[in-house]
């Protein structure tokens, strides 16, 4: 049954999306991360987009969930490498995308995550201190 | 308005709804629509492929290549032998969801492209067709 | 429909030659706008004399008044060619429609001395007029359009070369809008911006409108769904420039910035995107 791979590096969770998702092979990722996410508590997670060159309402929805999942769990989550015609598209088609941060690429993801998680070690919960990354 | 080439798929599976896109893709790419141009129509295409699955319980889908005068553009046409669907209007609107969600599924195909056209009543089933022209 | 009998057109082009070439080409000289010079005179008798040999091959069967029909194609390939090339190189309309039209009056006085059978003569002018006119025509047709292509390729040039994306810092990208603002320009503008905002790895784009005298809904709305976009994909965009005018403008059309950081000038924006990506500017200490 084909899957897409999760790793975990450095205490995070990095998923790549390299293939053009059916549904069924998007809601195995989310039911494979949210239980990686319990099985390894990482510190954040991060999903990179940047081989789709389509996100319509469905996988936009399963990026949200895992998005909302993740913070159950005390994990935060950070799409990385949206391509400019997708942005573009989902800001036409008038997809929220609630609760999701976004960067550019990997490096930038990471520093995001680990900037929310110092900011959270000193006592900030709320993140304010931190101007890293877009949340919509 | 003249119909050139065409090609015509079931849509039975989620893999089916992935087929039809890829297809849709080819043939954006073939009529020289640019980049967003082409995400914006598949985008739609997977909208309405996975309302044709999830809510018309399977059918088919024809992607046409129309021309009127000097615009060429890509129709798409999306008929099931589902439920129908009863309110229309209802339907259209933006995170309107009946077992599931149709969420922004019709709404989001409609501004997606350039002509929007639907037919569909309770126990008739549903034909959806977009068109998109190149260039617009 | 091709002429019952047959044409003489064919013999005559061939057995006149050289005086209908000199004929035609006097005339064609004498309509130029400007002055030809040695090349130019050689392209033209080039093009004049192979003209001539394709009206003679396809007058072959008989003069043929539609000139849509396959025994043209020929002709009508040279033709494009040759509208095509004088588009491109800034002949006028005139002067392109004129490589035909001027062929007929030496080509009828060539016909009026060979011809003597009154019927046969007004047959020949007839068909001969109708199909050079109509070659004409289609000519300039031609012509029109690949004036066309060069003007939309030209407006494509301009329109990259007055909206560049400039790099302010790292990280900080700038894109000064100059001019005024029309819904498919700003579609194109917007998506080189995302481009470049992925390429240059810039989290902040600063749109600056100072030189956009007005703003329309459109437009509005694309920036809007700019900004919108940029942050999608992880980055930020802040609005400068906004003039009292465009502001009372973008009130009335009642789209709704306040999603949006703007600032007055490009100098305020550059200030908060230093700051909004931990970028600091210290001052040098005098005598040091």
Same mark, same amino acid.
């Given at each position: 049954?084909e ?13 790549s999306?390299?293939?053009d998702?059916?549904d069924?092979?998007?809601l195995?990722?989310?039911?494979d ?8 508590g990482?510190?954040?997670v ?9 996100v ?7 990026l ?6 993740a913070?159950?769990?005390?994990a ?8 400019p ?5 989902l ?10 941060r976004t ?12 900037s ?11 993140g304010?201190?931190d101007?890293?990354?877009?949340v919509? | ?31 020289g ?9 598949v ?5 309405l492929?996975?309302?044709t699955?999830?809510h ?8 046409e290549?129309?021309?009127?005068g ?9 008929v099931?032998?589902?439920?129908g669907?009863a309110?229309i ?11 599931g ?8 195909a409609k501004?997606l492209s ?7 009543a ?14 617009l | 429909?091709p002429s ?9 082009l ?7 070439l ?9 309509s ?10 050689k ?22 008044v539609d ?13 494009v060619?040759?509208a095509?090339?004088r ?13 035909i039209?001027?062929?007929?009056e030496?080509?009828?006085n ?6 003597q059978?009154?019927a046969?003569?007004?047959q ?5 007029? *109708?199909a !050079?006119? &109509?070659l #004409?025509?289609?000519t300039?047709? =031609?012509?029109q ?7 939309s ?5 301009l329109?990259?070369?007055s909206?560049?994306?400039v790099?302010?810092?790292?990280n900080?990208l ?8 029309d ?24 749109i600056?409108?100072t030189?956009v005298?007005?703003?329309?809904t459109?437009?509005?709305?694309h920036?809007?769904?700019t900004?919108a976009?940029?942050?999608l994909?992880?980055?930020d965009?802040?609005i ?9 403008t ?6 709704d ?7 007055a ?6 200030? *908060?995107? !230093?700051? &909004?990506? #931990?970028?600091?500017?210290?001052? =040098?200490?005098?005598?040091?």
């Amino acid at each position: 049954m084909e899957r897409i791979p999760i790793l975990s590096v450095s205490g995070f969770l990095l998923v790549s999306i390299q293939v053009d998702m059916h549904d069924r092979l998007a809601l195995t990722l989310q039911d494979d991360l949210t239980e990686q996410i319990v099985a390894r508590g990482p510190r954040g997670v991060l999903i990179d987009i940047s081989a789709l060159e389509m996100v319509d309402s469905f996988i936009g929805r399963m990026l949200s969930n895992i998005a909302n999942m993740a913070k159950l769990l005390d994990a935060e989550t950070v799409v990385v490498g949206m391509q400019p015609s997708v942005a573009i598209t989902l800001v036409e088609l008038g997809m929220p995308m609630r609760g999701i941060r976004t960067a550019l690429d990997l490096e930038k993801g990471l520093a995001v995550l680990r900037s929310i998680a110092h900011s959270e070690n000193q006592n900030d919960p709320h993140g304010e201190e931190d101007d890293a990354g877009s949340v919509l | 308005m003249q119909v050139a080439s065409s090609e015509s798929f079931e849509i039975q599976s989620s893999e089916d709804v992935v087929i039809v896109r890829q297809a849709v893709r080819r043939h954006a790419v073939a009529l020289g629509f640019n980049l967003v141009d082409q995400t914006k129509i598949v985008t739609a295409a997977s909208e309405l492929a996975r309302n044709t699955l999830l809510h018309g319980g399977g059918g088919s889908a024809a992607v046409e290549t129309v021309r009127t005068g000097v615009a060429a553009g890509l129709k798409l046409t999306f008929v099931d032998e589902g439920p129908g669907i009863a309110d229309i209007d209802l339907a259209m609107k933006d995170g309107y969801t009946s077992k599931g969600g149709m969420g922004l599924g019709l709404g989001g195909a409609k501004r997606l492209s350039n002509e929007f056209e639907i037919d569909s009543a309770p126990g008739k089933g549903t034909r959806v067709a977009i068109i998109r022209w190149k260039g617009l | 429909m091709p002429s019952s009998s047959k044409s003489r057109l064919p013999e005559i082009l061939k057995s006149h030659e050289t005086d209908l070439l000199q004929e035609w080409i006097e005339s064609q000289k004498k309509s130029a706008s400007r002055k030809i010079s040695a090349a130019d005179e050689k392209l033209l008798l080039s093009q004049s004399r192979e003209f001539l040999s394709f009206l003679r091959q396809a007058a072959q069967t008989g003069v043929d008044v539609d000139i849509e029909s396959p025994t043209w194609s020929a002709v009508r390939d040279f033709l494009v060619a040759l509208a095509g090339s004088r588009a491109k190189g800034g002949f006028t309309s005139t002067e392109t429609a004129v490589f035909i039209l001027s062929l007929k009056e030496p080509l009828f006085n060539k016909l009026r001395t060979n011809i003597q059978d009154p019927a046969a003569l007004a047959q020949e002018f007839w068909t001969a007029t *109708l199909a !050079l006119d &109509r070659l #004409g025509l289609f000519t300039m047709e =031609a012509y029109q359009r690949t004036r066309e292509e060069v003007i939309s390729r030209q407006q494509k040039e301009l329109l990259e070369l007055s909206t560049p994306v400039v790099r302010l810092w790292e990280n900080i990208l700038a894109l000064p809008l100059i001019g005024t603002l029309d819904s498919s320009r700003t579609q194109v503008v917007m998506q080189n911006l995302l481009e470049a905002i992925v390429s240059t790895r810039s989290d902040i784009a600063i749109i600056d409108i100072t030189g956009v005298p007005t703003v329309d809904t459109l437009v509005a709305q694309h920036l809007l769904k700019t900004v919108a976009a940029a942050r999608l994909m992880g980055a930020d965009c802040i609005i400068s420039g906004i003039r009292p005018q465009i502001a009372q403008t973008i009130i009335h059309l009642g789209v709704d910035l306040s999603a949006v950081t703007t600032k007055a000038t490009m100098a305020d924006a550059f200030q *908060l995107a !230093l700051k &909004r990506t #931990g970028a600091t500017i210290t001052k =040098a200490v005098a005598g040091k």
